[in-house]
């Protein structure tokens, strides 16, 4: 039994700059964990609901002072002192108390750092890291890390797709995977000048800014950075589309290469490009709510593995209805979308039961000491999203891996090629 004997709670900053919530929880053993709600630019309409406080004369309206009262008013009287046998005891709890659908009562980002505190706070009683905690089995293998490395999407409208990775499959370890990221990243700037006569721009989630329209044309350009680092044996790609932030539903179309396109033609060109390029997946190729197009991506695109993120939002019902429909390969693991750690596992234990792949993924206005990170891990994934090899928040998932290779000394990193299917 777990009895938490304080709760804590404050607004603190994402890694945009963004107003969130941390919680801490101190048990009666001493033990205390903490986290906070990271946010993404994309966020799906059926992810759990932000609660912000609208007041523009504080951070535009982004401040989350309610939450947090959430946290220490509500959430708190109803926790401490109350023993709790599980962590899916505790999070039940906390769905209880706000008794809604999407947790719009008491807010996904009071209830999301609270269930993730409660997890640490746990961990720290039984004395072992967080994905030792949380294992179901040997920790044999390490993650493959994916490097999101050019931008399109939210805030550039030349290029429709929102990010462009690459995946060091052929990596020995993980350090040599990290090695691979970072020296293909740091030479995309040179090509990237080279080829347009323009200075490379930072983008959005903090790659570099898609110089062209045409997704073929980026990806020739990221090949030959890949190429020229010496590592061209060893490197494939993927992409996420974001399709949701680029469809019209009054015409049902996709914005792609300048012009509008339907489900069946935005699959063929999806076609066209994994015929050219080895794509381990593509992430959200349509809309959040297409999916018939979803199925068909499925259908269509055999050289690749299709994941669903907006699509999915980390939700054991939408995943379910994906598995009926066949609609997707895998879904992107991303917990603060459902709300709780054990919803999230739950969503996760169905994937795998279903034969399908979770991809953990931290989120743009991210944390340092992001739980993805853990559940990678502790999970036994073949490969996570880890962003671009920028920003402090993501360096530091690439050396939470680098220290997990050392601390559990004969895991060895993941064989993607045998889930490969280009």
Not at 69 to 96: C, H, K
């Amino acid at each position: 039994m777990t009895v938490i004997t304080s709760v804590a709670a404050r607004q603190v900053l994402d890694s945009k700059a963004r107003p969130m919530v941390e919680v801490e929880l101190t048990t009666a053993s001493g033990a205390t964990g903490r986290a906070a709600a990271p946010t993404g630019s994309s966020v799906g309409m059926y992810e759990a609901k932000i609660l912000r406080d609208g007041d523009a004369a504080r951070y535009g309206g982004m401040s989350v002072y309610s939450a947090v009262r959430n946290v220490t008013d509500t959430i708190a009287s109803a926790i401490v002192g109350r023993p709790f046998e599980s962590q899916a005891d505790f999070d039940a709890a906390l769905l209880t108390l706000d008794g809604s659908a999407d947790k719009g009562v008491l807010g996904g980002n009071a209830i999301y750092p609270t269930s993730v505190a409660f997890l640490r706070a746990q961990a720290a009683e039984t004395g072992r890291p967080v994905y030792q905690h949380i294992a179901r089995g040997d920790l044999s293998t390490l993650p493959v890390p994916c490097f999101n490395v050019m931008n399109g999407g939210h805030n550039e409208v030349l290029q429709a797709f929102n990010e462009f990775l690459i995946v060091p499959h052929g990596a020995e370890s993980v350090e040599h995977a990290v090695e691979i990221g970072v020296s293909v990243f740091q030479r995309l700037p040179a090509v990237i000048e080279r080829r347009t006569k323009k200075v490379a721009a930072v983008g959005g989630s903090y790659g570099f800014v898609a110089p062209y329209s045409d997704p073929a044309a980026v990806l020739s350009l990221i090949s030959e950075a890949v190429d020229a680092a010496g590592y061209t044996e060893e490197v494939a790609f993927a992409l996420d589309c974001a399709s949701s932030e680029m469809f019209d539903a009054t015409t049902d179309t996709y914005e792609l290469d300048g012009h509008r396109v339907d489900s069946e033609q935005m699959v063929d060109h999806l076609r066209s490009l994994t015929e050219e390029f080895d794509l381990l997946f593509i992430e959200d190729p349509l809309d959040e709510n297409d999916w018939a197009g979803f199925s068909l991506a499925v259908r269509e695109l055999s050289r690749t593995l299709v994941f669903g993120d907006d699509l999915i939002v980390t939700n054991k019902q939408r995943l379910q209805r994906a598995i009926s429909e066949r609609a997707v390969d895998g879904f992107v693991l991303k917990p603060n979308q459902v709300g709780t750690v054990t919803e999230s596992l739950e969503t996760f234990d169905l994937a795998e039961e279903a034969g399908l792949l979770a991809l953990p993924s931290g989120r743009s206005g991210g944390v340092i000491d992001d739980i993805v990170m853990d559940l990678s891990l502790g999970l036994q994934v073949p490969f996570q999203k880890n962003g671009a090899p920028r920003t402090g928040e993501r360096i530091e998932k690439l050396n939470f891996l680098i220290r997990a290779e050392r601390e559990l000394g004969n895991a060895t990193l993941s064989d993607v090629a045998r889930i490969a299917r280009y």
